[in-house]
Nanobody
Framework: QVQLVESGGGLVQAGDSLRLSCVGS????????MAWFRQASGKEREFVAT??????????HYADSVKDRFTISRDDAKHTVYLQIHSLKPEDTAVYYC?????????????????WGQGTQVTVAS
């Protein structure tokens, strides 16, 4: 089991950059596939990015809408996964959630992730 805590959100201006962090508990953090999802007000939760566990190569996959501006990475020694966001747009405004799964290798489906953080709000002003 793993507990996840996100941080790094806030109110930013369009064009700014932001780095979100997600710290996981537990000694087996490195074995989890990690992902970021986001949910804008009144909309369904959507996939943003995922990174596989180190033993499988740390492969990354992004939603088409963010792949040129978002970068997911992980530091297993720190039990942390990051989401670097560049050139923020007002449409990036959402609550960003970190998620973990032992089995959802490369999955973009929220239902395949077993553990979730509480989310961190990102608001982009135009």
């Amino acid at each position: 089991q793993v507990q996840l805590v996100e941080s790094g959100g806030g109110l930013v201006q369009a064009g700014d950059s932001l780095r979100l962090s997600c710290v996981g508990s537990g000694r087996t953090f490195r074995t989890y596939t990690m992902a970021w999802f986001r949910q804008a007000s009144g909309k369904e939760r959507e996939f943003v990015a995922t990174i596989s566990w180190g033993g499988s190569g740390g492969h990354t996959h992004y939603a088409d809408s963010v792949k040129d501006r978002f970068t997911i990475s992980r530091d297993d020694a720190k039990h942390t996964v990051y989401l670097q966001i560049h050139s923020l747009k007002p449409e990036d405004t959402a609550v960003y959630y970190c998620a973990a799964s032992l089995y959802a290798l490369g999955s973009v489906k929220a239902v395949e992730y077993d553990y979730w953080g509480q989310g961190t709000q990102v608001t982009v002003a135009s």
